[in-house]
């Protein structure tokens, strides 16, 4: 025989025989000792947070900002709104208020009191007459002259009787 056909029964032969291939198992370490506290031993690694949670919290912290931004804005311009109306409500107030104080104006003119008295029948009295103590004499229009009131005609000097 030659050697290429010995050489192939050699591999028939074997992998008859061999048992089927197996997984090389991973090597054996030793249990790591237990740590004692307080030894100063490497520092392990910080196991790494998750991100999601993060920036979950980020997200609604800033949809929640903007939110509030929302309504404060919504309030000032509702406030705005009824500070406008108020001051057109002040405005219109204010000019009635003038108004009405034009209408007391003319209605104390002693013009107008004078044209309704006279509407209503009633006459213009007489001149008033005054009293002057010191001269003992009654004075105005017509001052001194005898007009039928009592009185009013000439008077005896206050020192003789």
Do not use: C, Y
């Amino acid at each position: 025989m030659s050697s290429a056909t010995e050489e192939s029964a050699r591999r028939t032969r074997a992998a008859t025989k061999a048992p089927p291939a197996r997984k090389a198992a991973p090597p054996r370490t030793a249990p790591a000792p237990a740590r004692r506290r307080g030894t100063a031993s490497a520092p392990r690694p910080a196991a790494r947070a998750p991100r999601m949670p993060f920036v979950l919290l980020v997200l609604g912290l800033l949809g929640g900002a903007l939110i509030s931004l929302l309504a404060l804005r919504t309030v000032l311009v509702a406030d705005s709104f009824t500070i406008s109306e108020l001051q057109q409500g002040n405005e219109k107030l204010s000019h009635q208020e003038e108004a009405l104080r034009e209408d007391v104006v003319r209605l104390e003119s002693s013009e107008r009191i004078a044209d309704e008295a006279g509407e209503m029948g009633m006459e213009p009295g007489e001149a008033p007459l005054f009293l002057d103590l010191d001269e003992r004499r009654v004075t105005g229009d017509g001052g001194g002259s005898p007009s039928g009131l009592p009185g009013t005609g000439p008077q005896p000097d206050a020192g003789s009787r």
